[in-house]
């Protein structure tokens, strides 16, 4: 399968009061795209190795609740991109068509 799905920080885009989005970068046949987490965060509060909101974070309430809501979605994703899979739907698929 050459399908992947990371969550990563829009550093291109900064909002007016300094913060990113937190994007899922979806990558299929060499192809991505974004799909917008709904999450805006200060590159200070982003680990980037770990790929998630530092703990230490304190503009979002409840890091921990902010990083399991976005790993159940990234879960979704996988789960919809391997029933594709197996059902052999998925390399007839453009990366546009997968997001949708």
């Known amino acids: 399968m050459n399908t992947n799905i990371v969550l990563s920080l829009d550093k291109r885009r900064q909002k007016k009061d300094g913060t990113m989005q937190i994007d899922f970068r979806l990558g299929h046949n060499r ?12 590159k200070i509060g982003w680990d980037e190795k770990k790929r998630k909101i ?3 974070y304190k503009s979002i ?5 902010a990083n ?9 994703y996988i789960d919809d991109i391997t029933q594709l899979a ?3 739907e998925l390399n007839q698929l453009s990366v546009i068509e997968l997001k949708e």
Do not use: C, F, Q, W
């Open 54 to 56: 530092k703990s230490s």
């Open 31 to 42: 192809r991505t795209t974004v799909i917008p987490s709904g999450y805006h965060i200060h």
């Open 86 to 88: 197996e059902k052999n």
């Open 61 to 65: 309430d409840n890091t921990t609740r």
């Open 68 to 76: 399991n809501l976005l790993e159940k979605t990234k879960a979704k």
